[in-house]
């Protein structure tokens, strides 16, 4: 009897990463499949969704229990029988602990991560990319860190790299590269591109400039329009390009200026207001960030973040934290 119970949901989760990994799929349909799915073989979320006394037959996406984004704290988060092939861990301190996201298939994180960024900008083979990440090298068990890495693999260049406090060296080589016919990626943490870019100025505007977000109180907090005018000056660009990610998601979204993120193909943003956590609000209004991501389909893809958020059809644009929310790396300050 178990094992038939085992290959019936295997058979039921192979259905659903065949069609993920196509990229050939209706998302709502999709992510309703996904919740039946996880409903019945995520111990976790099934207790959480039978305290919440949520409808078995949810209409819409917003009637779908979000999991709160704590529990990655606290629990493990994962949906079936399996050994991980990672396990992805939050910069957090040991005040409050680390999330820790259970990753069964490391191929379906490397092709979305991949089919996320080539969709928003070019192929990964035209750019060099230069990685100053410091803290996150630190900590260790990074999905950012994971995820770059790969991404410079897929580069082909010699030259993409990770940097720590190296910042002379990094100018050194943001020289030199400038001759070449690569367009360069520059993606850093908040605190430590404004380190950067006050040591050394440079002209990048015909590069990128990648803000992945966080202080990590390193430096005072300063909301987003602060940190992209010192960073736009100090090198010389007209727009700073942004990163949402964070470890208890596989999927990401990409902001090319100002702060405006476009939702991807396996992500969709719900704004719900924050007194009511069971009322979505339209377009415009500010509320918690609640993130369907169809890549989470091995742990849970409903989850209430803690961030403060504002939604534009298909685009939207983070505010900050809410007031309960552990200071974290991934977002600035909602001020």
């Given at each position: 009897m178990h094992r038939k119970i085992f290959m019936t949901m295997e058979y039921e989760r192979q259905k659903i990463v065949d069609k993920l990994l196509s990229g050939s799929y209706n998302f709502e349909e999709m992510?309703?499949?996904?919740?039946?799915?996880?409903?019945?073989?995520?111990?976790?979320?099934?207790?959480?969704?039978?305290?919440?006394g949520s409808p078995k037959h949810p209409g819409k996406l917003s009637e779908i229990p979000f999991l709160p984004v704590r529990f990655f704290k606290t629990h493990p988060i994962q949906t079936g029988d399996f050994s991980p092939e990672m396990i992805f861990k939050s910069s957090g301190t040991t005040d409050t602990g680390r999330s820790r996201h259970i990753v069964r298939s490391r191929k379906i994180y490397d092709i979305v991560s991949t089919r996320i960024f080539e969709s928003a900008y070019e192929d990964l083979d035209e750019f060099i990319l230069l990685a100053?990440?410091?803290?996150?090298?630190?900590?260790?068990d990074s999905s950012l860190i994971y995820m770059i890495r790969r991404f410079m693999i897929q580069t082909g260049n010699s030259e993409s790299q990770f940097y720590r406090?190296?910042?002379?060296?990094?100018?050194?080589?943001?020289?030199?590269?400038?001759?070449?016919?690569?367009k360069i990626i520059l993606w850093g943490v908040t605190y430590a591109l404004l380190d950067f870019a006050e040591k050394h100025q440079f002209d990048m505007k015909d590069h990128i400039v990648m803000e992945t977000g966080g202080m990590k109180g390193r430096r005072k907090e300063l909301i987003r329009e602060e940190v992209h005018s010192i960073l736009k000056e100090n090198l010389h660009c007209e727009k700073i390009h942004s990163e949402y990610g964070m470890t208890e998601l596989l999927s990401q979204c990409y902001s090319s200026?100002?702060?405006?993120?476009?939702?991807?193909?396996?992500?969709?943003?719900?704004?719900?207001d924050i007194t009511d956590p069971l009322t979505v609000l339209p377009d415009g209004q500010s509320g918690r960030c609640h993130v369907i991501d169809l890549?989470?389909?091995?742990?849970?893809?409903?989850?209430?973040?803690?961030?403060?958020?504002?939604?534009?059809?298909?685009?939207?644009?983070?505010?900050?934290?809410t007031d309960s929310a552990d200071v974290r790396g991934c977002n600035l300050m909602y001020l």
């Open positions: 992510a309703f499949e996904i919740y039946y799915f996880q409903l019945k073989n995520n111990p976790v979320y099934q207790e959480f969704c039978r305290h919440l100053l990440l410091p803290s996150y090298m630190e900590q260790g406090y190296d910042f002379d060296q990094l100018a050194k080589d943001l020289q030199n590269y400038f001759a070449g016919s690569k200026g100002e702060g405006i993120f476009q939702m991807s193909a396996s992500m969709k943003i719900l704004s719900f890549a989470n389909m091995d742990s849970c893809s409903f989850i209430a973040t803690d961030d403060v958020c504002r939604t534009y059809g298909q685009e939207f644009e983070i505010l900050g934290r």
